[in-house]
């Protein structure tokens, strides 16, 4: 059971260039989440999928487009990367339609650095 | 909207020391209330929830207490290990998503 996993681990980005961040979790949960970590800010909510085929904006939408693929799937795109956008990125999923009372459960972070 | 604040770290301790992190919160309803860790080069994950008022969160031989009278939800543990050291997160919750304090790095000298 891999719980949520992330591609890559670590990407180098030049200014203006597009990625996507890939994220899938095998647990069967319901709603799915984009944060990122910046040092002393804690986690901020980049986007979030209360259910297949429904996503929503969080705290830092601008700059970033997700597509829930599936249940299991959820990607995060950086059309054009700005160096502002470096960042250790986490992908998180919940069992029901997400709120403030459910556990989320994280996977291991994607390292990106925009030169 | 709700948010929490914790103590800025980073607390270093010696092994079998006593911890405490506090962190208080500001919120409108009654969120259920957490603390995360974050461990060396890995994701994070619950340490420990309280879902109402005067319950007692605890895990791994930590504790917290959601008090609201004093809008509180420290984090305690009575003997550290080299293990404990971690970011910890004391995190709360508004309608669709959680919200994060800054966290605090814990360093557990032998």
């Known amino acids: 059971n891999a719980g949520v996993t992330q591609t890559p681990k670590f990407q180098v980005l030049k200014t203006g260039q597009s990625m996507t961040l890939q994220c899938a979790q095998d647990m069967n949960h319901n709603s799915m989440y984009w944060y990122r970590q910046d040092p002393g800010m804690g986690l901020r909510l980049i986007y979030y999928?209360?259910?297949?085929?429904?996503?929503d904006k969080g705290e830092v939408p601008n700059g970033y487009n997700v597509s829930r693929l599936n249940k299991r799937e959820f990607s995060l795109r950086l059309e054009s990367a700005a160096p502002s956008q470096t960042s250790v990125y986490f992908c998180?999923?919940?069992?029901?339609?997400?709120?403030?009372?459910?556990?989320?459960?994280f996977g291991p972070g994607t390292r990106l650095l925009v030169l | 909207g709700n948010s929490v604040t914790q103590m800025e770290g980073p607390v270093t301790l010696s092994e079998e020391a006593f911890l405490t992190i506090n962190c208080t919160y500001t919120a409108t309803g009654y969120p259920s209330l957490f603390w995360y860790v974050q461990y060396p080069g890995e994701g994070l994950q619950l340490l420990l929830k309280?879902?109402?008022?005067?319950d007692k969160g605890s895990n791994k031989g930590f504790e917290a207490t959601y008090r609201k009278e004093t809008t509180s939800f420290h984090l305690e543990k009575g003997s550290v290990q080299v293990s404990d050291s971690a970011v910890y997160f004391c995190?709360?919750?508004?309608?669709?998503?959680?919200?994060f304090g800054s966290g605090t790095r814990l360093l557990v000298r032998p």
């Open positions: 995190v709360t919750g508004s309608s669709y998503k959680l919200i």
């Open positions: 998180a999923s919940s069992a029901l339609s997400g709120g403030a009372q459910e556990t989320q459960y």
């Open positions: 999928s209360a259910s297949e085929g429904t996503t």
């Open positions: 309280a879902t109402k008022a005067d």
